[in-house]
């Protein structure tokens, strides 16, 4: 451990730690620009760096992107990874208000601590949290995603049936094209550019950016306001305390961080989203949640960064990556002869002992980078006048759209869909629902349909779907969440009745 303490520490893999957090915040701030396409860009570069620094690097790159992705959700309300869906529920409602440089603060201090709960958990940890991997079937799959999907009812409190619809039309847009199991073709209506189905970053960008855009032009007021003349910039103190009143949200938040990035195919989007959503029903005061709630940002933030050193643990101890990034560097991985599995922590300790402390260095290190990152980010959104601001948001929105496959038709789909999901919103539908039924719709979609086959094997469907134990705790989480909005309802009329 001393010996790859030493080596993380050394200047090659501190300037990599640096430059990769700051590579990734960048980024990872720009829509549709996700973790997944920064560690796959840089992955042909790290194959000529000895094992370990190429994979501090990678790791670095990976944590700061999905940090990165709060500048976009607080500022322009436009996640910029899928993992930061939920940091712009009150990240924006705060920039909005003139408090940009707090939320963005607290977002930095929350990433910080959820990233170091989330590699400490891989480093002292992992082969024994990731049999929890292993206990996860087909059938655990459907319920955690239905879980997810519940969510929705506790996220829309006050609007819960326009909530469930959206994430309905989530659903929907997650069955068009090729289907997951079985490979049928549905809803593509003889349009071949729809085998693929609807991706999820030209969607995320299309129904979070295209009605900010819509609104920035016809709104005159401005976009964000400004707090005073003098903007304070870090706001530390202020944030400090903030972080320390609301120091067990955090750390609950980044422990189901950890729990769900351990889990493959759940990743930052899940975990912030669950964490938030129980952030708000234990707050004494949720009805703040949506209005720009600081404990709303903290819980996002801590969870989604958390997922990290979380994912990484079934990566390196079982060879299953929890995220699409995991499963990059597990390519590369095993480009440079590393064999993933229980041994890896015996027979080349030294690689991956290294690499995890990097990764605990590059986590430390996102706290300056984050913060000086984010106070110009603030500074600069706030001080561009909306003539400039617009056609630039509008040219990323185009570029990330197009990036990922080099589609064309992916920019049609988010102009559509962005022009679809500002009407939506006129009528009280919001993207979050949409996005977590894209989301989710394929991982429910598969879990169902294997347990279905492999019970129908079996010759006992019912037993598969409800005798086996993790489901049954999934699904009395699920009848809680879903519960929750008229328990609470119900409280309220007892509170007021014996007021009166």
Not at 211 to 227: F, G, N, Q, S, Y
Not at 241 to 253: D, E, I, P, Q, Y
Not at 348 to 354: E, F, L, M, P, R
Not at 432 to 453: D, K, N, R, Y
Request: aromatic share 8%; charged share 10%.
């Amino acid at each position: 451990m001393l010996e790859s303490l030493i080596a993380a520490l050394s200047p090659l893999n501190l300037a990599l730690a640096l430059c990769g957090v700051l590579a990734g915040t960048i980024i990872g701030a720009l829509p549709g620009l996700s973790a997944t396409m920064a560690v796959a860009v840089l992955v042909p570069f790290t194959f000529t760096m000895d094992p370990a620094s190429g994979l501090i690097a990678l790791g670095a790159v990976y944590t700061g992107a999905i940090y990165g992705g709060a500048y976009a959700a607080i500022l322009v309300n436009t996640p910029g990874t899928p993992a930061a869906i939920a940091t712009a529920m009150d990240g924006f409602p705060m920039a909005k208000r003139g408090d940009g440089d707090l939320a963005v603060t607290l977002s930095c201090l929350a990433s910080v601590v959820g990233g170091l709960v989330g590699a400490l958990a891989l480093l002292f940890l992992a082969p024994p949290l990731s049999q929890i991997a292993l206990a996860f079937g087909p059938v655990e799959y459907f319920w955690l995603a239905i879980f997810g999907l519940s969510l929705i009812a506790t996220l829309s409190a006050g609007h819960t049936l326009m909530g469930l619809m959206g994430g309905c039309i989530g659903l929907l847009l997650s069955t068009v094209g090729s289907a997951v199991v079985g490979g049928d073709v549905r809803y593509t209506f003889g349009q071949t550019q729809l085998l693929g189905g609807i991706p999820i970053i030209p969607a995320m960008i299309g129904l979070y950016c295209i009605p900010v855009l819509i609104d920035l032009v016809i709104r005159p007021e401005a976009h964000l306001e400004r707090r005073s003349e003098q903007i304070a910039g870090f706001r530390l103190i202020e944030a400090l305390g903030a972080v320390w009143r609301s120091k067990f949200n955090l750390v609950r938040s980044a422990v189901i961080g950890t729990a769900v990035g351990i889990l493959p195919a759940a990743g930052g989007s899940v975990a912030g989203l669950v964490a938030y959503t129980e952030a708000k029903r234990t707050s004494k005061d949720s009805k703040q949640f949506g209005k720009g709630a600081t404990d709303g940002v903290i819980a996002s933030e801590a969870a989604n960064s958390a997922t990290v050193g979380g994912g990484f643990i079934p990566t390196l101890v079982l060879g299953i990556p929890g995220t699409p990034p995991d499963a990059i560097i597990l390519g590369a991985l095993l480009v440079q002869g590393i064999r993933t599995g229980p041994q890896l922590f015996t027979q080349q300790a030294d690689i991956v002992y290294t690499f995890v402390i990097g990764l605990i260095i590059a986590t430390i290190l996102m706290l300056p980078t984050g913060l000086v990152v984010g106070r110009y980010a603030f500074r600069l959104i706030i001080s561009v006048p909306k003539t400039a601001l617009a056609p630039g948001i509008a040219l990323l929105t185009v570029i990330g759209a197009y990036a990922i496959e080099a589609n064309t038709v992916h920019v049609l789909m988010m102009v559509g869909l962005g022009l679809v999901g500002w009407l939506l919103a006129r009528i009280g539908l919001q993207a979050s629902p949409i996005v977590l039924g894209l989301i989710l719709g394929p991982i429910a979609e598969a879990g169902f349909v294997q347990a279905w086959l492999i019970g129908g094997a079996q010759g006992n469907i019912p037993a598969m779907f409800f005798g086996r134990p993790i489901s049954l705790a999934i699904i009395a989480l699920t009848l809680l969440t879903l519960g929750w909005p008229f328990i609470v309802a119900w409280r309220a009329r007892r509170t007021a009745a014996g007021t009166t």
